[in-house]
């Protein structure tokens, strides 16, 4: 049984920083692409970034120069350092991953339950 959880949302100020977590137990032979994805009330689900299991990178416009995403293979954890938050960035963050189980001859994907980022005054 493999569970991914996310940690580290909460209340900023525009200009505050978060880092958020996200850890992954189980059967989990090797994780490839990991991402960020995040929902507004009301609006659609968006890619806020990826990162590969050979550390190749990839940011929605709104985030670049602000938002870094890394991964620890050996933990199992996948980050998102959030920096200088705007109102807009106010949303529900869920991690995705890309996977391959032991016993198990392809690569398999599981969502997080989310955790919640807003940035207001």
């Known amino acids: 049984q493999v569970q991914v959880v996310e940690s580290g949302g909460g209340l900023v100020q525009p200009g505050g920083s978060l880092r958020l977590s996200c850890a992954a137990s189980?059967?989990?032979?090797?994780?490839?692409?990991t991402g960020w994805y995040r929902q507004a009330p009301g609006k659609q689900r968006e890619l806020v970034a990826t990162?590969?299991?050979?550390?190749?990178?990839n940011y929605a416009d709104s985030v670049k120069g602000r938002f870094t995403i890394s991964r620890d293979n050996a933990k199992k954890m996948v980050y998102l350092q959030m920096n200088n938050l705007q109102p807009e960035d106010t949303a529900d963050y869920y991690c995705?991953?890309?996977?391959?189980?032991?016993?198990?001859?392809?690569?398999?994907?599981?969502w997080g339950q989310g955790t919640q980022v807003t940035v207001s005054s």
């Open positions: 189980g059967n989990i032979f090797r994780l490839y692409a």
């Open positions: 995705n991953l890309n996977y391959k189980r032991w016993s198990y001859s392809t690569a398999t994907t599981t």
């Open positions: 990162i590969t299991n050979s550390d190749s990178t």
